[in-house]
């Protein structure tokens, strides 16, 4: 069950350019290093030449200054002893310059290769997504999603089991945020939290952890798991396919034309020139090689416009070779069925789901997808109940901004329980007790 197919990519630069409207942003720099004054300097001016910054503000000041609102701390590594830790009223995101600089070319500059504003570069819209997912974290008031992602997520509660802590999320209609975490044994927790803590204690005892994630929806829970299986696509069906669009094949000019005038006249001009070329052919067959060569010294004769998409199949029905390999076309979608897209099946009496790209393969396929495995636990009709809450997790994986133009492998507010552990690790509390 394919459920969704959107591309993502332009939402995450656009709702940080939302976010960030008439605020202020400052950086904040140990005042006696000339390398991150330098830095700084560099990243302000890049800031002011990208336009949709423009009412946005961005200043300089020394880490021993206080300051509310949006900070991002330029430290030297990792382990550098200014660093300074979130409050309520001062969100600060972290950011270790010699990840965004080249020394050779640019010195302690930052360096954005051959981009030229700012939010053209992934690494600093996923800088500046941080930073305003902390935000929403530290009021407890949730933002950067839309209100069909609010309203989504705002049907679930959110549980997971991290180094041997359970923590939970809970997100209401109008976007309050508040978490909790608790430790085995403890008391006055919800009775869903306790049964919740129950199920995650059935996996402590397993030789490695599946299931780390739970999702409490209406009275039912669905636990979500790592698996080893993974979809790959029909590699013998597309390569038989590949196999018939060789360019060494050679074709008969003779076929060319008679497919062309049986083609339709709702592009005359178009079906004029396609036939001109293959007129001109000085020879009685010809290599598929050669003849997209020809085609290409004619800028109109692309395969995008539907009549030389007709052409190419009609061809391949007459003579059992193509001109064009379609395989990324829509029309074979299914063939890529779990390696782009979100979808759910079943394999023998188990649920699993997919996250693939989020747009069809246009380069290399590097990787295989992942199979996450759903259960719902205590359930009588466990498919029914999976098929029901499906879509409602795709609009939580298809956000775009938690993975820079990407679909998230989980439901994206598990990635403000990532946060959360995150800030408290480093000494600020976020979760009641």
Request: positive net charge; proline residues 3%; charged residues 25%.
């Amino acid at each position: 069950m394919a459920v969704d197919k959107k591309n993502v990519t332009p939402l995450k630069r656009a709702r940080i350019i939302d976010q960030l409207i008439h605020k202020t942003v400052t950086l904040m720099i140990d005042p006696e290093s000339v390398a991150q004054r330098e830095f700084a300097e560099s990243f302000g001016r890049l800031w002011q030449r990208t336009p949709e910054l423009a009412t946005c503000q961005i200043k300089i000041i020394t880490d021993s200054a206080m300051t509310t609102g949006l900070n991002i701390q330029i430290l030297d590594d990792s382990q550098d002893s200014r660093y300074q830790k979130n409050t309520p009223h001062q969100v600060i995101q972290h950011l270790i310059y010699k990840n965004f600089v080249n020394e050779k070319v640019a010195g302690n500059a930052l360096y954005l290769g051959n981009k030229v504003h700012l939010l053209e570069d992934a690494k600093i819209r996923t800088l500046l997504s941080q930073l305003l997912i902390k935000q929403d974290i530290l009021s407890g008031k949730i933002t950067f999603p839309n209100r069909d992602e609010m309203a989504a997520a705002a049907k679930f509660r959110y549980y997971m089991m991290a180094d041997k802590a359970y923590y939970r999320l809970e997100i209401d209609d109008a976007g309050n945020l508040t978490s909790q975490k608790a430790t085995k044994g403890q008391r006055g927790l919800s009775a869903e939290f306790e049964r919740v803590i129950h199920e995650f204690d059935e996996e402590n005892g397993r030789e490695t952890l599946k299931f780390t994630k739970i999702l409490a929806y209406e009275d039912k829970l669905y636990k979500l798991g790592e698996t080893a299986l993974r979809i790959i696509p029909n590699a013998e069906q597309i390569n038989a396919m590949m196999r018939k669009a060789r360019s060494h094949h050679s074709i008969h000019r003779w076929a060319l034309l008679k497919v062309a005038n049986e083609l339709d006249d709702c592009n005359r001009e178009l079906k004029q020139a396609l036939i001109t070329k293959i007129e001109r052919i000085n020879t009685e067959t010809i290599t598929i090689g050669s003849f997209q060569k020809i085609l290409k010294t004619a800028p109109t004769l692309s395969w995008r416009p539907k009549l030389m998409a007709t052409f190419n199949q009609r061809f391949f029905d007459n003579a059992h070779v193509w001109l064009h390999l379609p395989v990324k076309q829509q029309i074979y979608d299914d063939w890529w069925n779990g390696i782009y897209g979100i979808g759910l099946l079943m394999l023998g009496s188990d649920y699993y789901y997919y996250v693939g790209r989020n747009q069809i393969i246009k380069q290399d396929l590097t990787r295989a997808t992942s199979l996450k495995q759903v259960v719902a636990l205590d359930s009588m009709q466990p498919k029914a109940d999976i098929q029901r809450i499906m879509p409602l997790l795709s609009t939580l994986m298809d956000s775009g901004y938690v993975r820079d133009g990407q679909y998230t492998v989980v439901p994206f507010p598990f990635k403000y329980i990532r946060e959360i552990m995150e800030l408290e690790t480093h000494g600020t509390q976020v979760t009641k007790r």
